[in-house]
């Protein structure tokens, strides 16, 4: 944009100073990158718990990619043999059902829909939990009272019930819109939480001299308090995706969410009620859509622990036996984090 | 202090007409009206219109013709006068089949709140003492997979080996055919054998959470200098694990307790479908099932009113447990 302008000698001046501060901002961006992403992922990678759960991930989104590119079979009936067993036939490595659906395509079929509704789950309940929290706990007073008592109120209607009530009004078939029902008051709680570790940052010194130097409100939430519930906040953006999964296959597994093409739930509702119970040797098609929930819930919950080891120093200094120096320097910045 | 509590109870009515506002905007908001499918079946079978509209009137504490804000001060009045309509699918009012209902679920809940928390806390208190130690690496890396794994699928799999499969405990009901109620050694017997799996699943679904949460904070607190002083003034080491390390470590998880508890009671939903268990939840779904919009209302109502109540006497006796607590006050900028 500047370069494009004409060339007067007060524009060279004004031009020199944008450039210069475009280096800094560069400099700063390079340094929030470096701190930000670059550390903590070298530190992630060095954590077994970490790297598993990345790769469990990644295998996830590679069935994502192959659902969504038609790279595997679609799921139809009488693909396969009716009741194949897994591992007889490398065509169909899961097996197929009783109608002979391939069992592997049924599960990666699945994959994209549960990925989105997964993401927006987590998004919509850590977004609002977050918003709710800080401005609670930051400005304290009426604006407190008011959000407090609002999310008082939407922590005391159990989640699932109102989801089925509500499933049942709107029948949600995105999986989108679905991912924020089902998460629909799981913010509260969460915002509670955020709220009074917000109360206690509000205390700090470096806060205190920022509000006396008349920084204003949002920028004290998004400088000074944003970042340090930054990590508890990627913490439980894991737990509510865990609990996006596992509300979403409950309700399909009881048949109460509207049924739109397959789902793990759903393939675990045909499983149950259609004869998997009775004997062994259909166990593995039970077992095929548990499968693919608790892996990817495990891939969460390995990322969700190793992220907690990376923010917080106070568990891990004490695990890898760092000096003491460092452990009293960094125990500091992380109270009121558990 | 008294004036919080005060406040704090009044709360409860509040919160009750909120949600009994919530439910009746839900059955306006429900596909074609509550009642649209009943009042054609009922018109089509030869009924006249005011009869029908009597019938309604007798299922859900509304008038169909009324205007809405009539409609609204009837149900919420019924609410309060313990009226829920009546049950289509079942033919009773909807409180009497509350009322059996509400025991099996909150035996249920809290049985395996408690039985949860107990060898969730038992658990990460050993790990954080011997931290680093095999036992700790074997119960982290079993508390993640736990974490993992969702209730239901326990339930699911526990129904297929221990009920179909081996026959070993009841697949359905809460007690079995023909005994009798009361406080007879049969009863109770087969009371417990009907509950002893879906208990144990929903409380081994969340044990391991509860483990690691234990060790976090078992670990924080073992770092701390007051313990350390407390093992120079030379006190016993039952002392200091209870009275210094125990306590300041559950503290923490009690309030993550009473968000527990109100997923908990939602998950009742999955789990007592699982087990045929007759309890709220169980009566939801076939409400659900049956387009019964009384019962469904009513079961929906019970549950958040049974979970505020809850929440209130956890929020009561947190109180008791942590000094701190100064009446919840804080100065606000």
């Not at chain 2, 009473?258 to 169980?282: D, K």
Request: net charge negative; aromatic share 12%.
């Amino acid at each position: 944009m500047a370069t494009e302008s004409d060339s007067s000698s007060e524009d060279i001046d004004w031009r020199a100073e944008a450039s210069s501060v475009e280096m800094s901002r560069r400099e700063r961006l390079e340094e929030w990158y470096n701190r930000m992403i670059y550390e903590p992922a070298l530190v992630a990678w060095s954590d077994v718990r970490t790297r598993l759960g990345i790769l469990i991930l990644s295998v996830y989104v590679l069935m994502a990619v192959m659902a969504v590119f038609g790279l595997w079979r679609e799921p139809s009936p009488n693909q396969a043999e009716r009741f194949l067993s897994p591992f007889q036939n490398w065509a169909y490595p899961l097996g197929a059902t009783k109608s002979g659906v391939d069992l592997l395509a049924l599960i990666i079929d699945s994959t994209p829909f549960i990925l989105l509704m997964v993401l927006a789950g987590g998004v919509w309940a850590t977004g609002v939990a977050v918003v709710v929290g800080t401005v609670s706990g930051y400005k304290g007073g009426t604006v407190d009272t008011v959000i407090t008592s609002i999310s008082d109120f939407f922590m005391s209607i159990p989640g699932l019930p109102l989801v089925i009530v509500l499933a049942i009004a709107l029948s949600p078939e995105n999986p989108i819109l679905l991912g924020v029902i089902l998460t629909i008051n799981y913010w509260a709680g969460l915002g509670r939480s955020i709220r009074s570790q917000v109360l206690s940052i509000r205390e700090e010194s470096y806060v205190e001299a920022a509000r006396t130097m008349g920084t204003s409100t949002p920028r004290i939430i998004l400088k000074d308090v944003l970042p340090n519930i930054m990590p508890y906040v990627m913490v439980n953006f894991v737990l509510a995706a865990r609990y996006t999964i596992f509300a979403s296959v409950g309700l399909y597994f009881i048949g109460v969410l509207p049924y739109t093409g397959q789902n793990w739930g759903v393939t675990l509702n045909n499983a149950y009620s259609q004869g998997a119970l009775f004997g062994m040797d259909t166990l593995y098609w039970l077992l095929a859509p548990i499968l693919a929930i608790v892996g990817l819930a495990f891939g969460l919950i390995l990322l969700s622990q190793g992220m907690d080891r990376i923010f917080n120093p106070r568990v891990r200094t004490r695990l890898t036996g760092e000096s003491e120096s460092v452990e009293e320097e960094s125990s500091s910045s992380t109270t009121g984090m558990m | 202090m008294v004036n919080y509590y005060l406040r704090r109870t009044a709360r409860i009515p509040l919160t009750i007409l909120a949600v009994a506002t919530l439910s009746f905007g839900l059955i306006r908001l429900l596909p074609g009206g509550p009642f649209t499918q009943l009042r054609v079946q009922l018109l089509r079978q030869g009924m006249d219109a005011e009869q029908v509209n009597a019938r309604i009137e007798a299922l859900q504490n509304i008038r169909p013709d009324a205007p809405l804000w009539q409609q609204y001060l009837d149900y919420i009045v019924g609410v309060f006068q313990f009226d829920l309509g009546r049950s289509i699918s079942l033919n009773a009012p909807v409180m009497d089949v509350l009322a059996r209902a509400l025991p099996w679920t909150v035996f249920l809940v809290v049985t395996s709140t408690v039985l949860m928390f107990v060898v969730g806390v038992l658990i990460g208190a050993v790990q954080a003492y011997w931290e680093g130690s095999k036992f700790d690496k074997l119960a982290s890396g079993g508390s993640i997979f736990l974490m993992s794994v969702p209730y239901y699928i326990f339930a699911v799999l526990f129904v297929f080996f221990l009920g179909y499969l081996w026959r070993v405990f009841p697949t359905g009901n809460a007690v079995a055919r023909g005994v009798e109620a009361g406080l007879t050694v049969e009863y109770v017997a087969s009371v417990l054998r009907h509950a002893a799996l879906p208990i144990l699943a929903f409380a081994i679904g969340g044990i391991g959470s509860t483990a690691l949460n234990m060790r976090g904070n078992g670990i924080q607190v073992l770092g701390e200098e007051y313990v350390e002083v407390a093992r120079l003034r030379g006190l016993s080491d039952g002392r200091i694990a209870t009275r210094y390390v125990a306590s300041n470590a559950i503290l923490p998880m009690y309030t993550g307790l009473l968000l527990l508890i109100g997923f908990r009671l939602g998950g009742t939903v999955v789990l007592e479908q699982i087990f045929s268990y007759p309890g709220l939840g169980y009566y939801l779904i076939s409400a659900v099932n049956a387009n019964d919009y009384p019962l469904m209302m009513g079961c929906f109502l019970v549950i958040t009113t049974t979970l505020v109540v809850a929440v209130y006497v956890a929020d009561m006796t947190y109180g008791l447990i942590d000094p701190r607590i100064s009446a919840g006050d804080s100065d606000g900028y």
